[in-house]
């Protein structure tokens, strides 16, 4: 089991909308996540900037990802909510998302 933190921000004219939609997430893109072997998903807010928490079964994230990104719901999805994402300047690229480096974990 493989822990994972996030960040991102969200355009502040957008903060409402993206929230709404959060706290009322589509019932088939949950069962995509869980599929995927997602599981302890959380987003926390302050402000405009999220972090979110979970935790993947394996080692790569980057195929847990890939199996939810890889589905309609979730291209659905992004259709609607990651235009109001902002992106983030790291290393010379734009990203919208950041993984993070876990410092402490007390289990």
């Known amino acids: 089991m493989k822990r994972v933190g996030m960040t991102w921000r969200v355009k502040p004219e957008n ?3 993206y929230r709404d939609i959060h706290l009322n997430p589509w019932p088939e893109l949950l069962e995509v996540i869980q599929a995927a ?3 302890n998903y959380s ?3 302050l402000g ?5 928490f979970f935790e993947i079964e ?6 847990a990802l890939d199996a939810v990104t890889n589905t309609d719901v979730k291209r659905k999805w992004d259709q609607e909510v990651t ?8 290393e010379d690229s734009d990203v919208q ?3 993070l480096e ?4 007390c289990p």
């Open 58 to 63: 394996g080692d790569d994230v980057q195929a």
């Open 97 to 99: 998302f950041m993984e």
């Open 102 to 105: 876990e410092i402490f974990h």
């Open 48 to 52: 405009n900037r999220c972090f979110s």
């Open 43 to 45: 987003i926390f807010a």
């Open 15 to 17: 903060w409402e909308e």
């Open 83 to 90: 235009v109001w994402v902002m992106p983030e300047a790291v």
């Open 37 to 39: 072997g997602i599981h």
